[in-house]
Antibody
Framework: QVTLKESGPVLVKPTETLTLTCTVS??????????VSWIRQPPGKALEWLAH???????SYSTSLKSRLTISKDTSKSQVVLTMTNMDFVDTATYYC????????????WGQGTMVTVSS | SYVLTQSPSVSVAPGKTARITCGGN??????VHWYQQKPGQAPVLVIF???DRPSGIPERFSGSNSGSTATLTITRVEAGDEADYYC????????????FGGGTKLTVL
């Protein structure tokens, strides 16, 4: 069974750096043609794609957030990590990780999401 | 950056057909994926590559894509189909960013 699970702080302060971890099971991050994206959703609002890491370790970032985001993976731990610097109130959202088989090119399996609130 | 436009809401009576559209510049040249999201849950892929259904998704769900509009069609709508629906493509700028539409709330009357 393929699963993804997000973990990280529930609450961060403005200007702090957020670090989120996506732990996957049922598939290997080192397997060819399997990538993982991070996507967020502010309360009551639409989905927003943030970043993607490909099986070959290439990375892709949202144009508007590129300067604040870093995505990486540790295949030995089956984890994908997203860091977002200089957090602001508007970054309050549920953050999801999702798998992207490169032959499918779509988010076929999603994590349950983790809610992050930015508050002083 | 590439923009996808969805109507905020669509209402349909049970047993009828719902059509949810997703507009974008020459979207017909892209592969469109559709996701269903029920309250408090993560999104679920319901259509990929314009019109293919993942296993487990009912045949009532279908998709099409041509010109400037992609469409998700749900026939014989049921109460359980009430959800938010999002279209998604990959952009063509350097980083090939993911792009979501603004979402459409499907209400079953």
């Amino acid at each position: 069974q393929v699963t993804l699970k997000e973990s990280g702080p529930v609450l961060v302060k403005p200007t702090e750096t957020l670090t989120l971890t996506c732990t996957v099971s049922g598939f290997s991050l080192s397997k060819a043609r399997m990538g993982v994206s991070w996507i967020r959703q502010p309360p009551g609002k639409a989905l927003e794609w943030l970043a993607h890491i490909f099986s070959n370790d290439e990375k892709s970032y949202s144009t508007s957030l590129k300067s604040r985001l870093t995505i990486s993976k540790d295949t030995s731990k089956s984890q994908v990590v997203l860091t977002m610097t200089n957090m602001d109130f508007v970054d309050t959202a549920t953050y999801y990780c999702a798998r992207v088989p490169e032959w499918l090119d779509a988010f076929d399996i999603w994590g349950q999401g983790t809610m992050v609130t930015v508050s002083s | 950056s590439y923009v996808l436009t969805q109507s905020p809401s669509v209402s349909v009576a049970p047993g009828k057909t719902a059509r949810i559209t997703c507009g974008g510049n020459n979207i017909g040249s892209k592969s469109v994926h559709w996701y269903q999201q029920k309250p408090g849950q993560a999104p679920v892929l319901v259509i990929f590559y314009d019109s293919d259904r993942p296993s487990g998704i009912p045949e009532r769900f279908s998709g099409s894509n041509s010109g400037s509009t992609a469409t998700l069609t749900i026939t014989r709508v049921e109460a359980g189909d009430e959800a938010d629906y999002y279209c998604q493509v990959w952009g063509t700028s350097g980083d090939r960013p993911g792009v979501f539409g603004g979402g459409t709330k499907l209400t079953v009357l």
